[in-house]
């Protein structure tokens, strides 16, 4: 009933910028919150970065200072800017959105399909 689309990613060498975003859609009855997480082979998948409804914002350690994510509520959109990047940041990022169901009465995890990032040295 929700889908979450996720544009950006790609190439990048290290020193360099990108910028994700991740749209919400389908039966939104509200969105507590919005976040990437990545993953790389063989391990466990990593928060990166989340924003609340509320604004609050909380990063991973290893981007903190570096990423900066924000939220457009109207469009129902989560953005990730992603400056100064390292080799180590290469692995595949995944849009994370809480959003209420109100059939099921709680609060639903739902993931985007992963889009794959890759810093070369």
């Known amino acids: 009933q929700v889908q979450l689309v996720e544009s950006g990613g790609g190439l990048v060498q290290a020193g360099g910028s990108l910028g994700l975003s991740c749209a919400a859609s389908g039966s939104i009855f509200s969105i507590r919150s919005m976040g990437w997480y990545r993953q790389v082979p063989g391990k466990q998948r990593e928060l990166v970065a989340a924003i609340t409804s509320s604004g609050s914002t909380n990063y991973g350690d290893s981007v903190k200072g570096r990423f900066t994510i924000s939220r457009d509520n109207a469009k129902n959109t989560v953005y990730l800017q992603m400056n100064s990047l390292k080799p180590e940041d290469t692995a595949v990022y995944y849009c994370?959105?809480?959003?209420?169901?109100?059939?099921?009465?709680?609060?639903?995890?739902?993931w985007g399909q992963g889009t794959q990032i890759t810093v070369s040295s």
């Open positions: 994370n959105a809480k959003v209420y169901d109100i059939v099921k009465v709680t609060f639903v995890n739902y």
